[in-house]
């Protein structure tokens, strides 16, 4: 929504719907806008009713060529209040916004509840002679600029992302709309309001701020009448992103008037002094499975019926968004309410999909979002509830704030995953990607470093032998020792057992599949990636069709593809869902698949001939799945690139029930992960 102003509209947004509202301002620097609160705005919107906006010159308000100075953006400001804020409401500056706020809140008082002052500043001093030695190279190098004033604003270590969002942000408004702005704001000092200020503030200071000294904090906190002062050690200027959490929690808690004294927040490279015992002996475990492919729940839910075998008395809830929800409740399984508050992961992978295409890093990536939206989640349940043990498998989410914020450790917490490291798709150490690869592996294998005592176990749901036998990246660890260093090794692990399939001919009449005819299956996991790969294969059979007598061909497109875009033909039979798919799995006679883990490594247990085809720019199909199967010899890898239809329907012709001669499939894995597990309680 806008606030029309005499020359610029000014964007504002309303989230949520309680009682209670909440203002978030941005800095009124014009490199950046409101998405800055967008780790803040999710959580804070299940509680408040949150208000933030667009100062002129930046976001989706307009960028005047004047109209930079301190009167006119205050009344941009006081606008939209009037327009969007239901008094009395609280209100939460940012940098420079809080000498905008300083003025609102004395003008004002009756209209705020509460006052909370991120890394505030009460006058913006700039470098002098500004036009002849400041402005210039502004002018010059302004991304050079922006890069020098994120870094200085993150020095946290890894603070990649944060720093690439506001360069990112910055650019979208212009070199002139800034040096406008900082002619104004050189100007504006709001020291004498301060003590002023009558109600109940909350001041935010890094002790490692370089755009706002620290000291600049401490003083507004003496100033301010009452006012309660919260340091972190060690945190620099952008606390809203580097210290999401605790950001999101000490508004909560001073808005909802809980106890919020004065104090230092301890650096997150301290390690925490003790892990608490478990606080309840009636053994209930928290689950949290990623909805990123539905293996993940698959094998979660048989660890859980396993756990439970050797603990008849463990309750297990999961935490799982949709579509493992779906697969919680169709095996019975108990799904803790406030998975409905959880954002969709894997609605966000499916937006970065293309044909037969998914850069799974950069979604992961940019995924940043929803990993705090979700992570609060969980820490408010483990805050309202009692768990024995937490696991996440590949629960990023968890995983990441956890290690940034080991204070709130409660409970024994264990990892699952099924590969270990990121791996750029161009080993180009001077791309984007490769630099963003390497610092995410950095940061993974500092945060095991500096806090060893967070997770309890670290499981790999594999052998030694499936992580690769390569660098992370340059001058960091070798990834198998460093993986033999700390995890355990289950074993693959199996939500079935494969012996109940041994009857096939019981098990194709059971699934409808005639004994005198022979199936090939296509199944692409649903999404859009693979749309591609189920025409192809159809093209391919229909031109093979000859060669392939008795032979039907099954197109398992899920819910999300429309079967009229695939072509027809008599034998061809397009199913929008299978339910339980590896038992189909078990009983055709060859299946085309893409390169994902769960449904190749299941093809594999059951020895069916199959054909797989690695998504484009997937790191894990393209490096770490295909090293499992080369190692058993399983499958046929195939380009999709590269295989033309013609060629897909010889390799049809070539492979449709041919035995297979790979290696055995180990079992037992799932019994291992669990006793493992078990052994935490």
Same mark, same amino acid.
């Given at each position: ?81 009037? @327009? /969007?804020?239901?008094?009395? %409401? &609280?209100?939460? $500056? ?6 905008? #706020? *300083? ?122 009448? @009452? /006012?309660?002062?919260?340091? %972190? &050690?060690?945190? $620099? ?6 210290? #999401? *959490? ?128 979700? %992570? ?306």
């Amino acid at each position: 929504m806008y606030v029309p102003r005499p020359d610029a509209r000014i964007f504002y947004q309303v989230t949520g719907s309680a009682t209670r509202d909440v203002v978030l301002l941005p800095p009124c620097y014009p490199i950046v806008h409101g998405r800055m609160w967008k780790l803040q705005v999710p959580y804070l919107a299940r509680r408040f009713r949150v208000v933030t906006l667009d100062f002129r010159g930046n976001g989706r308000s307009d960028r005047p060529a004047l109209g930079y100075d301190f009167d006119t953006v205050y009344g941009d400001l006081s606008a939209v209040l009037e @327009a /969007a804020a239901r008094p009395p %409401f &609280a209100l939460v $500056g940012y940098s420079c916004s809080n000498m905008l #706020a *300083v003025r609102y809140v004395t003008e004002h008082p009756d209209r705020v509840s509460h006052f909370v002052m991120l890394s505030p500043e009460y006058s913006q001093p700039i470098p002098e002679p500004f036009d002849e030695k400041f402005a210039p190279p502004i002018l010059r190098d302004y991304d050079g600029y922006l890069r020098r004033f994120y870094t200085a604003m993150y020095p946290e270590p890894h603070s990649l992302k944060a720093i690439e969002d506001g360069i990112a942000w910055g650019r979208e408004t212009t070199p002139q709309t800034l040096i406008e702005a900082m002619r104004e704001i050189r100007k504006d000092d709001v020291r004498d309001r301060l003590a002023k200020v009558a109600v109940p503030t909350l001041v935010v200071h890094g002790t490692r701020d370089r755009i706002v000294p620290y000291k600049v904090g401490a003083e507004i906190a003496e100033t301010i009448p @009452a /006012a309660r002062f919260v340091t %972190f &050690a060690e945190g $620099g200027h952008g606390l809203p992103g580097r210290e #999401a *959490v605790k950001i999101n929690h000490l508004i909560r808690d001073f808005v909802l008037d809980r106890p919020v004294e004065s104090h230092t927040v301890p650096p997150t490279t301290e390690r925490p002094t003790a892990r608490p015992p478990a606080r309840t002996r009636r053994r209930r475990v928290l689950f949290l499975s990623s909805p990123i492919g539905l293996g993940h729940i698959q094998r979660d839910v048989a660890i859980a019926k396993a756990l439970r075998a050797q603990y008849p008395e463990v309750t297990v809830d999961f935490l799982a968004a949709d579509p493992a929800d779906r697969v919680v409740r169709h095996l019975g399984e108990r799904l803790h309410p406030a998975t409905r508050l959880l954002h969709n992961e894997s609605a966000h992978f499916e937006s970065w999909t293309a044909d037969h295409e998914l850069h799974a890093f950069n979604a992961l990536w940019d995924m940043d979002e929803i990993m705090a939206a979700n %992570f609060m989640v969980f820490a408010d349940v483990v805050e309202a509830e009692e768990y024995d043990l937490w696991i996440g498998d590949e629960g990023w989410d968890l995983d990441y704030y956890l290690h940034e914020n080991p204070d709130l450790k409660r409970a024994p917490y264990v990892f699952l995953t099924d590969f270990i490291g990121v791996l750029p798709m161009r080993d180009d150490p001077t791309s984007t990607e490769y630099r963003r690869a390497w610092e995410k592996n950095a940061e993974n294998i500092d945060h095991l470093r500096l806090h060893p005592d967070v997770r309890d176990l670290s499981i790999m749901v594999g052998d030694e032998a499936d992580v690769l036998d390569r660098e992370f990246g340059a001058e960091l660890p070798n990834m198998r020792q460093w993986a033999r260093e700390h995890f355990q090794f289950s074993g693959y692990t199996y939500h079935f057992d494969r012996a109940a399939y041994r009857d096939r001919a019981a098990l194709r009449r059971r699934l409808g599949y005639r004994a005198d005819e022979r199936v090939i299956l296509v199944s692409v996991g649903g999404t859009r990636a693979g749309r591609h790969l189920l025409r192809k294969s159809a093209e391919a059979f229909a031109a093979a069709a000859a060669r392939l007598p008795d032979t039907r061909l099954v197109l398992v497109a899920g819910p999300r593809l429309d079967p009229r875009d695939l072509p027809s033909h008599p034998r061809i039979e397009v199913r929008p869902f299978v339910p339980d798919l590896y038992e189909h799995h078990a009983a055709v006679d060859l299946a085309i698949v893409q390169g994902g883990l769960s449904t190749t490594m299941e093809l594999a247990a059951f020895r069916t001939p199959f054909l797989y085809f690695p998504l484009r720019n997937h790191f894990e199909q393209q490096h770490f799945v295909a090293r499992r199967l080369e190692r058993l010899g399983a499958g046929v890898r195939m380009d999709f690139d590269q295989t033309s239809v013609e060629a897909l329907g010889a390799a049809m012709v070539t492979h449709l029930g041919r035995p297979v001669h790979h290696a055995e499939v180990p079992e037992g894995g799932t019994a291992r992960a669990a006793s493992l597990i078990a052994a935490l309680l």
